[in-house]
Every structure is written in structure tokens, then in C-alpha cells.
């Protein structure tokens, strides 16, 4: 239980494109999904925060409109990296916590994605 | 603001070796902890969590941490580790309030040598 899945796992695109990225909480509803950006050798950088049929909170120094967030739907959220340059490569991980407690979920634990790979040329 | 420090940013060990990775944080408040581990291409994983009760943790592959509120330390060990430890670890907070985000330590790798 409790896996969340991302596609696509890689991506290259040309700098100007625009990429989009899909999570998915395979065997759980996630009110909340959280998209963290991770640099070479380094943490985890919180993006945005994604609730289900709301805007997205994102953080401070993230930009809205560059970075796209969707959720839709209790199961997916999707991060759309607009008008792409070499410097959004990255690898960027989402995360889906529980609508509520019971059995394997905890609504207070984050369960992660495998990550995308972006590489904009 | 909130924040989260490991110390140590390579650890390299000898197998059998004990492991403690230290992290510290900065809040007042409620807090839950949380170490996570992500090996060589591979998506996080959570190793234990603190949320209340009993402030030491046992995790997942013997692992296990201490809450220790007055040092707002979460230090993580192991008795003795093996090659398959390797990985990075990191330390992470979720305070409360607001969306309950989490925090995280920049992060810690480990090198277990056979």
C-alpha cells in the first residue's frame, strides 16, 4: 500500500517547451500533494503545495506561472514546467498524503514518488 | 523560519561500525519528525517517524532515533551497519499548522565500506 507513482520518469525537451508531470496515488486518496525540487547532491526544496480543488500554496521565490500545479482529482496531481530553460533541470519529486488515518495511512506522513528526471537542452 | 541542520554531510564507515547521524531543528511548537532514506537511484523511503509517546524510534532495518525536546534534537542510529546502508539520509520536520509541510535537513550520505 501507499504507493505513488510519477510519469514520466525522464524527460528531455528543448529549451522554450513546456513538460508536463504527473503523480498519482495508486492505492490511497491524497487531499494534499506536495512537488519538491531536488539539485545534485542536495535536499529536498519544497515547490508547492497541491489540494485537491484548490489553488496551489507555493513557496516563496517559486514562480506561479512558470510552474504550473493541477489537482484535479483526489488521485493526481500534475506539475507543468512552462517555456522550459536549461536551468529547470532537475529532478522533481512529488508526494501525496492521506485524505485520513486508517490501516497503512497516516495523515500525517508524506509518501513519495520516484521522481522525474528533466533535462532541458 | 523554520529550519532543519544535520551535521554531518559524508559519513564514511567501516561494516560493523555504529552509526549516529545527528539532526537538529528549530521550533517551537508541535513538531513531527520524521528520517528518510533514499539509496543509489532510488525514491525516498521512510526509515521512522516521532509523532508522540515513547521518544525513541525503531524503524525499519535497525534502525532507530531519539526525540530529545530540550536539545530540539532527532538523532538517528544503528548498532552496526552493513554495506547495504550506503545511501543518503535525511532528516525532516513537519510543524504545525497551515498544510503541515515538510522541512528538510540537507541531507547526510553514508559510505559503508566492506
Known amino acids: 500500500g501507499a504507493v505513488v507513482s510519477q510519469h514520466p520518469s525522464r524527460v528531455i525537451c528543448k529549451s522554450g517547451t513546456s513538460v508536463k508531470i504527473e503523480c498519482r496515488s495508486l492505492?490511497?486518496?491524497?487531499?494534499?500533494m506536495f512537488w519538491y525540487r531536488q539539485f545534485p547532491k542536495q535536499s529536498l526544496m519544497l515547490m508547492a503545495t497541491?489540494?485537491?480543488?484548490?489553488?496551489?500554496?507555493?513557496e516563496q521565490g517559486v514562480e506561479k506561472d512558470k510552474f504550473l500545479i493541477n489537482h484535479a482529482s483526489l488521485t493526481l496531481s500534475t506539475l507543468t514546467v512552462t517555456s522550459a530553460h536549461p536551468e529547470d533541470s532537475s529532478f522533481y519529486i512529488c508526494?501525496?498524503?492521506?485524505?485520513?488515518?486508517?490501516?497503512?495511512?497516516?495523515?500525517?506522513?508524506?509518501?513519495f514518488g520516484p521522481g522525474t528526471r528533466l533535462t532541458v537542452l | 523560519a523554520q529550519s532543519v541542520s544535520q551535521h554531518n554531510h559524508h559519513v564514511i564507515l567501516s561494516e560493523a561500525a555504529s552509526l549516529e547521524l545527528g539532526c537538529n531543528y528549530s521550533?517551537?511548537?508541535?513538531?513531527?519528525l520524521f528520517w528518510y532514506v533514499q539509496y543509489p537511484g532510488q525514491h525516498l523511503q521512510l526509515l521512522l517517524k516521532?509523532?508522540?509517546?515513547?521518544?525513541l524510534v525503531k524503524g525499519i532495518k535497525g534502525f532507530e532515533a531519539e526525540f530529545i525536546k530540550s536539545k530540539f534534537s532527532f538523532n538517528l542510529r544503528k548498532p552496526s551497519v552493513q554495506w547495504s546502508d550506503t545511501a543518503e539520509y535525511f532528516c525532516?520536520?513537519?510543524?504545525?499548522?497551515?498544510?503541515?509541510?515538510?522541512?528538510f535537513g540537507a541531507g547526510t550520505r553514508l559510505a559503508v565500506h566492506p
Open positions: 508526494s501525496a498524503r492521506a485524505a485520513a488515518s486508517g490501516g497503512l495511512f497516516s495523515y500525517n506522513e508524506q509518501f
Open positions: 492505492d490511497f486518496q491524497a487531499t494534499t
Open positions: 497541491s489540494n485537491e480543488g484548490s489553488k496551489a500554496t507555493y
Open positions: 521550533y517551537g511548537g508541535t513538531v513531527n
Open positions: 516521532y509523532f508522540s509517546g515513547d521518544p
Open positions: 525532516a520536520v513537519k510543524v504545525s499548522g497551515g498544510y503541515n509541510k515538510l522541512i
